[in-house]
């Protein structure tokens, strides 16, 4: 199942991007100054203008469109703080296509409890949790599918419920190797 909605071809032209957001998204901090890349990481904590800007400026980078920024501000505001955490300080490529989220969490030591609390939870807890996460990932320094993320915390039920199905699974067969 293809995760970039670019893949599905059911978005009109002027909505896809011309490549993976995410690639791009992941391409654009990989050449962030380490100040940017900061700001970002810090960005849920100093509630910066400044780090809303720099988000900004790595999505327009990303040749995401303005009206999809304007329109999914918050999801995608999210992204950078979460892509900023995942690049860290080495400048790392937060996104991999190939690289489920469960599987990283299952080889971070993420417990199943956490997993399951992660994977029940919407709205503000939702986001907490995926923070939390994230922070675990991010020491890991290995780089993440970005779009279950993406619609994990969108408001589409089925593309959400679908990237909860991926993470689990992806963190159950890591579980299942290992054994």
């Known amino acids: 199942m293809a995760s970039n909605p670019a893949a599905t071809g059911a978005a009109p032209a002027t909505a896809t991007p011309p490549d993976d957001w995410m690639r791009s998204i992941s391409r654009q901090l990989h050449g962030m100054s380490s100040g940017d890349r900061a700001a970002l990481r810090r960005m849920e904590l100093t509630k910066s203008p400044a780090a809303d800007a720099v988000a900004i400026k790595a999505l327009l980078g990303a040749k995401?469109?303005?009206?999809?920024?304007?329109?999914?501000?918050?999801?995608?505001r999210l992204i950078g703080h979460f892509a900023g955490l995942l690049s860290g300080t080495a400048a790392l490529y937060p996104h991999d296509e190939k690289r489920g989220v469960g599987a990283a969490l299952f080889e971070a030591g993420f417990s199943e409890k956490r997993l399951l609390r992660l994977l029940a939870s919407r709205g503000e807890a939702?986001?907490?949790?995926?923070?939390?996460?994230?922070?675990?990932?991010?020491?890991?320094?290995?780089?993440?599918?970005?779009?279950?993320?993406?619609?994990?915390?969108?408001?589409?039920?089925?593309?959400?419920?679908?990237?909860?199905?991926?993470?689990?699974?992806?963190?159950?067969?890591?579980?299942?190797?290992?054994?």
């Open 64 to 76: 995401v469109p303005q009206s999809r920024i304007e329109q999914d501000w918050t999801r995608l």
């Open 126 to 179: 939702l986001v907490d949790q995926l923070a939390l996460a994230i922070r675990i990932l991010s020491r890991g320094r290995q780089p993440v599918n970005l779009w279950d993320i993406y619609h994990l915390l969108g408001g589409d039920p089925v593309k959400s419920d679908s990237a909860r199905l991926r993470m689990a699974r992806h963190y159950y067969a890591a579980q299942a190797k290992s054994n």
